[in-house]
């Protein structure tokens, strides 16, 4: 399959997405906000910086502080996929991302979501 064309998609398009999903279950931007956080290290200003700068997802995952360790633990399935089952390391990120999206707006408690 060819990504191409998720990899070149901003994040500063697919970030309101996520903060309408988990607003429409009552949630709130910054709990997606600390999801994103945790999952890639960014803190408030850094990925501000992403989103000014219209960063592709490719370019926002590659320039991520830091994977957090815990992703392992992050498994089921997204979009038709098993996320743990995913051969392309930069499609899995994507779909991490999602997942943990999805999970907020299915009422999952922050601590469980965040695999603590």
Known sequence: MDNTRVYRMSF??????????AEKKGRSKEEVDTIIFWLTGYDKQTLQQQIDKKSDLETF?????????????????????????????LMQKVRYLDKLVD??????????????
């Open 103 to 116: 999970e907020l707006a299915k009422g999952k408690a922050i601590e469980k979501i965040l695999r603590k």
């Open 61 to 89: 995952f590659a320039e991520a502080p830091v994977l957090n360790p815990n992703v392992s633990k992050i498994t089921g399935v997204i979009c038709g996929y098993r996320v743990e089952e995913i051969e392309d390391p």
């Open 12 to 21: 500063a398009s697919v970030y309101p997405l996520y903060i309408q999903k």
